[in-house]
């Protein structure tokens, strides 16, 4: 399918970027050779795991190798350049670009799968968060983080808005590729506006410890 | 079906608990919005999509919203009434036994499905189980804590108890409408025994730190 | 098929070792019963569940009792002859050589599943690691622990390399019992050698907190 096909060019920008997430953490984490591997495939591949377990279809990763050899690749030259050993404002640019991109891929895949299975607003939605997502936060509670997700203002929502996006343009038979690709934009731009402009989520316990009210 | 339409009423009252105790985790631990969205229906219906994922079918809240739609006003009005600034011995009241009718109705609940798939005691009591606690479990791996069902006595093994008397009576073809109701009543009655009467399970480890014995 | 029926003999053998393993952790974290009951269940066959969880099919467990029994009698045994309070020479042997048998067994058995179900390299590498080591995975995150596999050199390898190993014989059609046992029994050699041996994995970042370089 067009659609599927061109997202899938984004999605393999977001498994580069998502691998080299993974690999930083694992190397910052002073894990072995295995502990790496495990945090990286967690961080790229992940999410889609829990996403076809979900839908109870067999994981697509085990059946394509495609994901497999972009992350090793990722992982192999990430290794040669030394990439945890450097700091680049260019680097940390250029990641955070790449990122943002495979959390909209991601988020619109997963949804679109959710839509094929004719799943109400929740399940898109779901589908579409724990595909960018789901990696990330099995990673974080496996080395004992409280998930990112939790924290990091706008990234979640970011995967939501653009989930229920795609859902709303289905229900309207929208969806097809112009309109997802601008929703592919949008998100981009307000997952990058979000990181520098710091937008973030408010906090229902508005109160700080210490004080009374 | 009649029984599980049934149950259904009691689910629904569980359903409100659920993610009221939800809200209020969410909210004391300083989560931003989508946090407390996300511990909130990890605590309301994960459980019910892991056992959904255990059994291999689509789960139910992908398809329907009622539980969306109950826990959705639920927190709307939690969030009005600021229930998280609240300490009220009424409220707690109420909550205890709401908490507890949500636990029993979705333990009979999953081990229901368990029968229905024909699975052996085991099966029956770990769907059972899954259901009304497996999301507590997760939303307290994501937020760090050691999950409450391992430290909280009588509340998991109330679980296993009414999904074990679920299960003989099916063995015996008694599953019918007034026995499940006399079980739901019971696991209600021995929860609140617990929780009031301060019930708890055996340590295989009995020495405490520091003595010799 | 013979393949299969001859590795069950080599997993009960793990299961017992996986139990004994479960049963002393929840003994030495000071859980009550029920927390000894579900890290006990958890290491011994949590990985099998994840796995068919994986490839979509009931779990196992659910539908055969034996794996069943033999946790609960060898968690009646450890109780009785109260393991947790001994250390002793022989014993810990006894139990590391089971501990290894159990971890190929398992590696070999979700390796079989996978090779049965075409997946690719990757899929049988992971349903074989998933397992022989995702119980124990879920387990340590449940307790809070950085999972033991990640730090534990040369225990998930095994299972990778073992797994591995069946996915190239298996491309060559050369799975047949005897090559299995032989994979069977360089695994185990590797594991004792490991594990007496002090084998490890190199780590990416090898200096030091504490030092410059």
Same mark, same amino acid.
């Given at each position: 399918?067009?659609?599927?096909?061109?997202?899938?060019?984004?999605?393999?920008?977001?498994?580069?970027?998502?691998?080299?997430?993974?690999?930083?953490?694992?190397?910052?984490?002073?894990?072995?050779?295995?502990?790496?591997?495990?945090?990286?495939?967690?961080?790229?591949?992940?999410?889609?795991?829990?996403? @076809?377990?979900?839908?109870?279809?067999?994981?697509?990763?085990?059946?394509?190798?495609?994901?497999?050899?972009?992350? =090793?690749?990722?992982?192999?030259? =990430?290794?040669?350049?030394?990439?945890?050993?450097?700091?680049?404002?260019?680097?940390?640019?250029?990641?955070?670009?790449? @990122?943002?991109?495979?959390?909209?891929?991601?988020?619109? =895949?997963? =949804?679109?799968?959710?839509?094929?299975?004719?799943?109400?607003?929740?399940?898109?939605?779901?589908?579409?968060?724990?595909?960018?997502?789901?990696?990330?936060?099995?990673?974080?509670?496996?080395?004992?983080?409280?998930?990112?997700?939790?924290?990091?203002?706008?990234?979640?929502?970011?995967?939501?808005?653009?989930?229920?996006?795609?859902?709303?343009?289905?229900?309207?038979?929208?969806?097809?590729?112009?309109?997802?690709?601008?929703?592919?934009?949008?998100?981009?731009?307000?997952?990058?506006?979000?990181?520098?402009?710091?937008?973030?989520?408010?906090?229902?316990?508005?109160?700080?410890?210490?004080? @009374?009210?």
């Amino acid at each position: 399918m067009d659609l599927l096909l061109d997202l899938d060019g984004y999605s393999i920008i977001g498994t580069v970027a998502f691998a080299v997430s993974g690999y930083l953490l694992g190397v910052r984490k002073h894990l072995d050779l295995l502990g790496v591997v495990i945090v990286t495939l967690l961080t790229a591949i992940g999410g889609g795991i829990i996403r @076809d377990m979900l839908v109870g279809r067999m994981p697509m990763v085990f059946l394509d190798n495609t994901n497999l050899v972009v992350i =090793a690749l990722t992982v192999l030259l =990430a290794w040669l350049v030394r990439l945890h050993k450097r700091e680049n404002e260019v680097l940390t640019t250029l990641f955070i670009i790449a @990122d943002s991109i495979g959390l909209v891929a991601f988020s619109l =895949a997963g =949804a679109k799968l959710g839509v094929e299975f004719h799943l109400n607003a929740f399940g898109v939605i779901l589908l579409g968060f724990v595909t960018a997502v789901g990696g990330g936060i099995v990673r974080d509670m496996m080395v004992n983080d409280v998930p990112f997700i939790l924290h990091k203002d706008f990234y979640g929502t970011v995967s939501i808005v653009v989930a229920a996006l795609l859902f709303v343009l289905s229900r309207f038979g929208w969806d097809h590729l112009l309109a997802v690709q601008l929703v592919f934009v949008a998100g981009v731009a307000l997952r990058l506006l979000a990181h520098w402009g710091e937008l973030s989520l408010p906090k229902l316990a508005t109160q700080r410890k210490g004080r @009374d009210n």
